[in-house]
């Protein structure tokens, strides 16, 4: 399978407990994203690495929330001291940067996602 | 600032056509995407529209006015299997998508 992979992908755990999240992109892509999902909404963008370089952040991002990708690789994304509005499906999506039409084309392809619940 | 709209949830019939529509408000366009997602699973992408006009792919079209801020999705001989939630998103001036809510169809026989 050469899609994009994240584990795991159920996660229960209690509030304020730390949790880890991976994501495995595709491995030609360059650009990794992590959003939030919850029920009823879209995805909602968390933070963006181009190669291993963290290029933005949303504001929905607390102190409590740290993301990496030491190798340009796969990724991870920490939560520390989850609260119950934490829980949510945690998606990750990676792309190549290319062009199409003179635009930088930006298609991204999701993993399956890690839902998680704070209890 | 972004903002996309779009409708909560539609109903059609097997075998009909449907369009969904979306508006955008964005602060540095780079083109519209569609993505389909059934409950429980991740998007899956459908169209990418960065210029005005028609897309069509298979069953699957898309349409885009960037002068009027609008696109939309037009599925077409509608199976049970297009039931799912259809994802209108901005893809902005950074590279991050900006998604609407989702429109969630319901495809009946």
């Known amino acids: 399978d050469t899609g994009v992979s994240q584990d795991p992908r159920h996660k229960i755990t209690k509030r304020g407990q730390n949790v880890t999240f991976r994501c495995d992109p595709i491995s030609e892509h360059n650009r990794l994203y992590w959003y939030r999902q919850t029920l009823g909404q879209g995805p909602e963008f968390l933070t963006y690495f181009q190669n291993e370089a963290q290029l933005e952040k949303s504001r929905l991002l607390s102190d409590r929330f740290s993301a990496e990708r030491p190798k340009g690789s796969f990724s991870t994304l920490e939560i520390q001291r989850t609260e119950q509005g934490d829980s949510a499906m945690y998606l990750c999506a990676s792309s190549p940067s290319g062009l199409a039409g003179g635009v930088s084309y930006n298609e991204q392809f999701f993993g399956p996602g890690t839902r998680l619940t704070v209890l | 600032g972004q903002n996309i709209d779009q409708p909560t949830e539609m109903t059609a019939t097997e075998g009909a056509i449907v369009q969904i529509n979306c508006t955008y408000q964005?602060?540095?366009?780079?083109?519209l995407f569609w993505y389909q997602q059934h409950a429980g699973e991740a998007p899956t992408f459908l169209s990418y529209n960065v210029l005005d006009g028609l897309e069509e792919k298979g069953r699957f079209s898309s349409f885009l006015s960037r002068s009027k801020g609008y696109s939309y999705l037009l599925l077409k001989e509608l199976q049970m299997k297009d039931s799912a939630s259809y994802l209108c998103?901005?893809?902005?001036?950074?590279?991050?998508?900006?998604f609407g809510t989702g429109t969630l169809l319901a495809v009946q026989p």
């Open positions: 998103a901005d893809g902005g001036a950074t590279n991050k998508l900006i």
């Open positions: 964005t602060s540095g366009f780079n083109g």
